[in-house]
């Protein structure tokens, strides 16, 4: 029988439980972490701000992976990969990624996942289908003995001096705090959207950034946020396959013209920036018009929810122009996150590990974006990892008790480090965030004089969320998360500054080349007085 966790004291008002490892989190890093924990023995608590099964970017995405099958050819796949990375990724984490991702892909078929089948009737493992996975993977966690605590988002986390003890929040529903006592915690919280409007990513703001940070982690990759996709205007689709076969016009329907006076054709990859200048100038509009018939029918087929918004609306993407936008995606789609420091993702801090999009992809992909495919094979590897690490280390402090007196580590957007002042509201910092970190003039394309101004707001922003921002009870909730989000743009910002060069989604319109004293990764530690500094010795350090 698997071991569940432990009531340390349960009543109306406040939830206490003990446990060996605690994941916060509900999308597919946190659900392996969890299973993964299990497994190894501990007793598991497992916390989401939503529900697990249908919270997060993937459970409403029919997503691909980084599938490499073992042999020879692994090496050559991911040296070609890592190619496009802008050097900043590690080869050796990229072959351990795609070899753990595929044992547990493997592992999904031995426990019946339902994977499609291939014409010869093989089964093709490299397809997802969002929904049916993370309902999938809940009942694996429920299997494994986890215990799962839905809507019941963390809002910081407890330090008994020496290591992570645990995390404390509140539930969403019930409106009753809780605390798990763990030796050890996995943060697999999830990137930060800065609240843009794109699918699955509402609850997805950077929480787990400003814990660790918070409780002395660093975080490194900050400055690659500046990845966008295409949607319809209105819409929270952002899913841009559909645009490879895309025209671009105006609004009076005149053609949009590339850099040599042709019409501009396909929106994704490297004519991105093209599309971008189109929209800083005016509307902009569609017409998948290059796709054949047949095509039509495979992209409706194999991307149904891509053509959801065009059906309410009336439209035939594949003859009516229909207006575009571009979606700012944050560090969901970039490769920001927390600094991880070892094989099994512990964070450097005692205690703390963390996996999937709240950790830094740098190591898997550099200076540019992982897209569905490595994305979904870093969560099903690093979630592994780190409950395994967790884990581990739980079984290394078994012999200690838990202290009755822990500290609770959060500040901004809890703890004023002034007085409470009504007129700091958290969905107008939210705003002010997003004016800075959203616009594709600001972010898409940067300069140093934008980055100055915007570094200069949000500095401003800040001391009035550290200093002033408070709410009671649940909403608690809403102003820890403005807090995150105002964290992330701000180490955003600032690091974008310190890369005096463009590399992969960072691209600065006044330094336009790469600069080869900047082919490292750049480490931010600190909240309030933070430093940023290289890292090319912990790259040297990850691929020895």
């Known amino acids: 029988m698997p071991k569940t966790a432990r009531a340390v004291r349960s009543a109306p008002e406040r939830l206490h439980l003990a446990a060996d490892v605690l994941v916060l989190g509900g999308g597919p890093s946190a659900a392996w972490a969890a299973v993964a924990a299990a497994e190894n023995g501990a007793t598991v608590v497992l916390a989401d701000k939503g529900y697990l099964g249908t919270s997060g970017a993937t459970a409403p995405s029919n997503t691909g992976t980084w599938c490499v099958p073992p042999g020879d050819n692994r090496h050559a796949v991911v040296e070609r990969r890592w190619q496009r990375t802008g050097e900043l990724a590690d080869q050796r984490w990229m072959l351990r990624c795609v070899d753990t991702a595929y044992r547990n892909l493997l592992q999904l078929s031995e426990w019946g ?54 995390a404390a929040g509140v539930g969403r529903q019930v409106e009753r705090d809780w605390r798990v006592d763990a030796r050890a915690v996995v943060l697999a919280t999830g990137g930060c959207a800065f609240r843009e409007r794109i699918l699955g990513s509402t609850g997805l703001t950077g929480d787990g950034y400003l814990m660790a940070a918070e409780a002395g982690a660093s975080l490194s990759g900050m400055e690659f946020t500046g990845k966008y996709t295409l949607a319809p205007q209105g819409s929270s689709l952002n899913k841009g396959l559909p645009f490879r076969w895309a025209s671009f016009h105006r609004e009076d329907g005149s053609a949009i013209l590339g850099p040599t006076g042709e019409p501009l054709r396909n929106g994704i990859g490297d004519r991105e920036e093209e599309v971008a200048r189109a929209l800083i100038e005016g509307p902009l509009y569609a017409r998948l018009d290059q796709a054949e018939p047949a095509l039509q029918g495979w992209l409706r087929q194999g991307q149904p929810n891509c053509f959801v918004p ?99 580590l959060g500040q901004a957007g809890l703890r004023p480090a002034a007085s409470p002042r009504a007129d700091v509201f958290a969905g107008e910092v939210i705003e002010a965030v997003r004016n800075e970190v959203t616009p594709l003039d600001k972010n898409f394309f940067r300069s140093d004089t934008g980055l100055e101004k915007s570094g200069e707001r949000l500095e401003t922003l800040w001391r009035d969320v550290r200093d002033h921002l408070q709410g009671e009870g649940l909403e608690r909730i809403r102003t820890r998360e403005a807090a995150s989000i105002a964290a992330a743009g701000r180490w955003s910002i600032a690091a974008a500054r310190y890369r005096n060069e463009s590399r992969g989604m960072h691209r600065r319109t006044d330094l336009p080349g790469k600069n080869p004293a900047f082919a490292h990764r750049l480490v931010i530690t600190g909240v309030d007085d933070f430093r940023i500094g290289g890292a090319p010795e912990r790259l040297a350090e990850l691929a020895s």
């Not at 014409?119 to 215990?147: E, S």
């Open 310 to 408: 065009y059906d309410r609306a009336g439209i035939d993407p594949f003859r009516d122009l229909f207006r575009i936008t571009l979606r700012a995606e944050g560090t969901v789609r970039g490769t920001g996150g927390i600094d991880i420091v070892s094989d099994d993702c512990a964070t450097g801090v005692p205690g703390l590990y963390a996996a999937g999009d709240a950790a830094s992809r740098e190591i898997m992909t550099g200076a540019v974006s992982g897209g569905g495919a490595v994305n979904s094979s870093w969560a099903l590897a690093s979630g592994w990892w780190a409950g395994k690490g967790a884990s581990t280390h739980a079984r290394r402090r078994g012999g200690k008790a838990f202290r009755s007196e822990v500290q609770p």
């Open 113 to 166: 996942y339902p994977f499609p089948s291939e014409d010869d009737g093989r089964l093709y493992i490299a397809n997802l289908r969002g929904p049916d996975y993370m309902r999938f993977m809940r009942r694996r966690v429920l299997l494994a003995g986890v215990t799962v605590l839905d809507h019941h988002p963390a809002l910081e986390l407890l330090s008994d001096g020496d290591a992570i003890v645990g």
